[in-house]
């Protein structure tokens, strides 16, 4: 019987991970080993191995899964998710609250909050990750918030970058005529065309009820006059909003025109950009990208979800990006058009690692029970994590990845608290390589709000995701059963957390604007109460999954 995860049960208390900002601080610390086979696991410096499952009538420990369905218990204390750097969630509740409207909760991704965030953790060198693991106590005496903190090397020069292959895919259907959708495309693209260099190719292809491609892949040349760039605007310009939105038709001729424009030694993706409110084919994500299968599986070309529009199809965009071996963000305007498409570029195109997946070893002697905050839909099985086999996420360079933990330790205890790792493909060779760090107890006895300012950061944006999941300012539980996270301060202290924190950051000071909005729609500011008191003693394994 497979072991389960227990990331729903214990690990599972709905918060947001770590916001980026500053580095990680003390407690954690990254191994220099290489693959997993080879890595070493004295003094429990690696994490440990899925267990296998227990026998039937196994006596259930802390840390146990326990959902209400008929199963055997898995005592394991292990907690594994594909990494994540998508940020749609965060980028449309903005949009959505600068409108006036409090996000749908079923939007509301608490990691996509915290990983649009840049945090200043150690640059691993070349392609892979470093590790960092820290934490600090939350208001709630009981529990701390423990962060694993990922990053990738930095852009690689514009010289040494491989050149990139990209086929637009575009919904010109109907609902793009409002204003912020096809026109901000059509300004992004504009605005990326003439940053890419002379060695980059494009593909155009658009789609409403049909798709058609209006650009097969070009090669750019020279910025001044080169007639592929020429060609490119041309193209851009003629766009114009047409009918209903066959987005299946759209990814499967887009598809199939960045196979015959392939170039080989080259990046080679498909940048969807789209409301993603299919109405017309296949709107089923799974579905459609069964379709393009073979391309994802046998020509490596992932999928770049770039969401627009203030009635957009988030769940559906979501699940194009992961099932499509790729990431999302969500543009508004202009600012973050060029973000996206010239700053970010890079990150956007290129890979670091393939089929990354994070795994947490609690130790039993030492913690009473752990909750992991978001990553829900990239739940991955426990006995997965070094079977290569299984997806993970694809990052590209100069990202970090944050996954925040609510984490109860037992009383008095001392010593190793947790491991983290992190496991992946080499993006060209695909061999497999684990780096891991671990933290102590000790390194969770600061008081959060005077903690590293990254982790600050993190910690407002993991509170503020929770209390739009929830629908109020904190400490009361939710519809459908959502329960707040520990010590969730009300949204009025938030938003000053975050002002000063985002004293010249202009990413948080946007952050404490956003949780302003939130409060004044939400109305009031409930008092918080201890996570234990809506539903009495929380014990281990009960889900408090949102």
């Not at 006036?100 to 840049?118: A, I, K």
């Not at 009820?209 to 490119?232: F, K, N, Q, Y």
């Not at 991955?380 to 994590?385: G, K």
């Not at 404490?512 to 234990?532: N, Q, V, W, Y």
Request: glycine share 12%.
């Amino acid at each position: 019987m497979r072991t389960r995860k227990i990331r729903h049960g214990l690990l599972a208390v709905a918060m947001a991970g770590s916001l980026l900002l500053t580095g990680c601080s003390g407690g954690g610390t990254s191994d220099n080993s290489a693959t997993a086979d080879d890595k070493s696991r004295e003094n429990g410096s690696a994490p440990l191995p899925a267990p296998d499952a227990p026998g039937t009538g196994e006596a259930a420990t802390p840390g146990d899964q326990q959902d209400g369905k008929e199963r055997e218990y898995a005592p394991d204390y292990l907690s594994t998710f594909a990494l994540d750097v998508d940020t749609a969630s965060y980028g449309f509740a903005r949009r959505t609250l600068a409108e006036g409207r409090l996000p749908d909760p079923s939007t509301v991704r608490p990691e996509e909050f915290v990983n649009s965030f840049r945090q200043d953790y150690p640059r691993p060198d070349g392609d892979g990750f470093s590790v960092s693991v820290d934490g600090a106590r939350t208001g709630d005496r009981d529990w701390s918030l423990l962060r694993v903190g990922l990053a990738t090397g930095g852009d690689r020069d514009g010289a040494e970058r491989p050149p990139a292959a990209l086929t637009f895919v575009i919904d010109v259907s109907g609902s793009m005529a409002e204003p912020g959708r096809l026109d901000l495309v059509k300004k992004s693209l504009g605005i990326m065309t003439d940053e890419l260099r002379p060695d980059d190719s494009i593909a155009l292809v658009t789609f409403s009820d049909t798709a058609e491609t209006v650009l097969p892949m070009t090669r750019l040349g020279d910025r001044d006059g080169g007639d592929g760039r020429s060609r490119a605007h041309e193209a851009v310009d003629r766009l114009e909003p047409t009918q209903s939105t066959n987005l299946e038709a759209g990814v499967t001729t887009g598809y199939d025109t960045a196979v015959r424009g392939k170039k080989e030694g080259a990046t080679n993706r498909v940048v969807l950009l789209s409301d993603a409110l299919a109405n017309t084919g296949e709107t089923d994500a799974d579905a459609i990208l069964e379709r393009i299968s073979d391309a994802r599986s046998e020509h490596g070309i992932t999928l770049f979800g770039v969401g627009v529009g203030s009635d957009y199809g988030d769940a559906l965009m979501e699940r194009l990006a992961d099932k499509g071996d790729g990431h999302t963000t969500y543009v508004s305007n202009d600012d973050d058009a060029r973000k996206v498409f010239c700053e970010q570029l890079p990150a956007n195109i290129e890979l670091r690692a393939r089929d990354a997946k994070a795994q947490v070893a609690f130790d039993p002697e030492t913690v009473e029970q752990f909750r992991l905050i978001g990553y829900e839909n990239r739940d991955v099985a426990d006995d997965d994590f070094r079977d290569d086999s299984v997806d993970g996420g694809e990052v590209g360079p100069g990202h970090t990845v944050t996954a925040l933990y609510a984490v109860r330790a037992k009383p008095g205890a001392t010593g190793h608290l947790a491991t983290a790792s992190v496991r992946w493909l080499d993006p060209d060779s695909r061999a497999p390589h684990e780096e891991s760090g671990r933290i102590e107890a000790a390194d969770l006895e600061g008081d959060l709000w005077k903690a590293d300012g990254g982790l600050q950061v993190a910690a407002v944006a993991a509170y503020f995701a929770d209390s739009l999941r929830s629908g109020t300012g904190g400490g009361h539980v939710g519809a459908e059963g959502h329960t707040p996270l520990p010590a969730t301060p009300p949204l009025a202290e938030l938003a000053s957390r975050a002002r000063v924190l985002g004293l010249g950051e202009k990413s948080v000071s946007d952050l404490s604007l956003a949780i302003d909005r939130a409060a004044r729609l939400m109305g009031g500011e409930p008092t918080p109460k201890s996570p234990e008191s809506p539903r009495g003693e929380i014990r281990p394994g009960d889900s408090l999954a949102g």
